[in-house]
T-cell receptor, first 114, second 113 residues
Framework: NAGVMQNPRHLVRRRGQEARLRCSPVKGHSHVYWYRQLPEEGLKFMVYLQKENIIDESGMPKERFSAEFPKEGPSILRIQQVVRGDSAAYFC????????????FGSGTQLSVL | QKEVEQNSGPLSVPEGAIASLNCTYSDRGSQSFFWYRQYSGKSPELIMSIYSNGDKEDGRFTAQLNKASQYVSLLIRDSQPSDSATYLCAVNIGDTGFQKLVFGTGTRLLVSP
């Protein structure tokens, strides 16, 4: 009974490269949330997706960032042309429905931009 | 004004003491509130949820909610060194349409032996 799986755990990129972060939700969960945590800060909401749909992307920067949750496969958070300010821990959480009370968090991906 | 505010700390308490963590929020329509614990380098884990005014107890943890004052607190009795972590207050912003959790910046708790 696997929980939310995120990979890679650590990702190192040079400025200008692309970063792809993967999140496999708990089996049967169709709702995925992405959060970003900068050092010494709380979690900042980025985007909320259901299968094949973006429901709320109000926390995601308009440029360079995109997210998807296809019918098959994991949710992907994609950051193009990374900059040093993108260095952070990115957490994915899933739930079986719209109720955030049932949110399960993954272990996160630590992105370091050199 | 930030949606969810917490004192960043650190809050230092001796082992066996009561640790009191506080949080205020700005959205009067919020109906559900959560406390998460996060150890350094780890993911947040849910320790308490509260929906009604008053106190809710679970073992050594007590959550307190005052919607009129827009205030949530977490008390940890008989604090242990293993309780040393960052405690994140989260508020459910949204309605039955879709919801999201908004987090405070967290309060770092240090429990000394």
């Amino acid at each position: 009974n696997a929980g939310v799986m995120q990979n890679p755990r650590h990702l190192v990129r040079r400025r200008g490269q692309e970063a792809r972060l993967r999140c496999s939700p708990v089996k049967g969960h169709s709702h995925v949330y992405w959060y970003r945590q900068l050092p010494e800060e709380g979690l900042k909401f980025m985007v909320y997706l259901q299968k094949e749909n973006i429901i709320d992307e109000s926390g995601m920067p308009k440029e360079r960032f995109s997210a998807e949750f296809p019918k098959e496969g994991p949710s992907i958070l994609r950051i193009q042309q990374v900059v040093r300010g993108d260095s952070a821990a990115y957490f994915c959480a899933s739930s079986p429905d719209r109720q955030v009370e049932k949110l399960f968090f993954g272990s996160g991906t630590q992105l370091s931009v050199l | 004004q930030k949606e969810v505010e917490q004192n960043s700390g650190p809050l230092s308490v001796p082992e066996g003491a009561i640790a009191s963590l506080n949080c205020t929020y700005s959205d009067r329509g919020s109906q559900s509130f959560f406390w998460y614990r996060q150890y350094s380098g780890k993911s947040p884990e849910l320790i308490m949820s509260i929906y009604s005014n008053g106190d809710k107890e679970d073992g050594r943890f007590t959550a307190q909610l005052n919607k009129a004052s827009q205030y949530v607190s977490l008390l940890i009795r008989d604090s242990q060194p293993s309780d040393s972590a960052t405690y994140l207050c989260a508020v459910n912003i949204g309605d039955t349409g879709f919801q999201k959790l908004v987090f405070g910046t967290g309060t770092r708790l240090l429990v000394s032996p």
